[in-house]
């Protein structure tokens, strides 16, 4: 009687070597190896529809167990525009020579809104889902970006606000107006880069996540939200004027108010250096996560 041919164990079927090339040929890698960076903005790419469908959902979600519902888009904004100007508008008479002070302080309490949400909710866009970071296999790029796509569908009734308060206030509608999108997108690319940052930043240390909060709001009161940097900076030496004029939170509001205000005039170098900063911070703090993309989720 011939004996059956000796077999190897189910477990010892692929050494080491095979399974390795088994998986390349099939696209697959480790989870403990990084892909490189082309192939990493690549797959991201691919799951586009993932990160709209999540982002629209977070978005909606933001005001759906309150009785006003999405309505608080708009009223939220609106009552911290009002507060701020009966303070600083009236009380404290920060306007600095500004014509249409409400329509100033609108754009920087609407516009630094956003700025503050995007970095302080993608501080937390890892730690915050470890669920899904543990559960599911993705660039877990997508989940910083996912953060800044919410908060901008969050803030698009803002914006009409912005329009609706231009109007009410003496604006008129001109051609400058058209650079308001493209304000935006500088300003969305700048906070995704910074939103990149922090999530790496709270992922190897939570203590950064207390830390962060308080930085923006620090951030609010030396970038011009309720007052014109130039002006309160006027007599102080030419570099301290650079740094708090030029820096990237101040720049996001004064490109949004040369778009929207007449008294503001379009300055070109104001838009080109804001489009260095979103270019180098976006691609710097893409590169910075991405370097730890095997250390999210563990421990």
Known sequence: M?????????????TTDESRELAERHGLRSLNQRPPLGRYIADVWRRRSFLWTLSSAESYAKNEANHLGQVW???????????YFLIFGLLLSTRGGVDNFIAFLSIGVVMFGFTSSVITRGAKAITGRLGIVRALHFPRAILPMSVALTEFLATVPAFGLLF?????????PDWEWLLFPVAV??????????AFIAARLVNASQD??????VVVRLLRYVSGVFFPVAHYVAGAPPV????????????????????????????LSDWLIMTGWAVVIAGVGLIYFWRAETRYGRG
């Open 240 to 267: 301290i004027q650079a740094v708090l004029t030029l820096q990237p939170f101040a720049l996001m509001l004064t490109i949004v108010r040369q778009s929207l205000l007449g008294s503001e005039p379009v300055v």
């Open 164 to 172: 609706a308060l231009m109007l009410l206030t003496g604006e008129r």
């Open 2 to 14: 011939t004996e059956a041919p000796a077999r190897r164990p189910l477990a010892a079927a692929l």
């Open 73 to 83: 888009a708009i009223l939220n904004p609106a009552v911290l525009i009002g507060s």
């Open 208 to 213: 950064m996540a207390n830390l962060i909060p």
């Open 185 to 194: 997108i500088i300003q969305g690319v700048t906070l995704l880069g910074f």
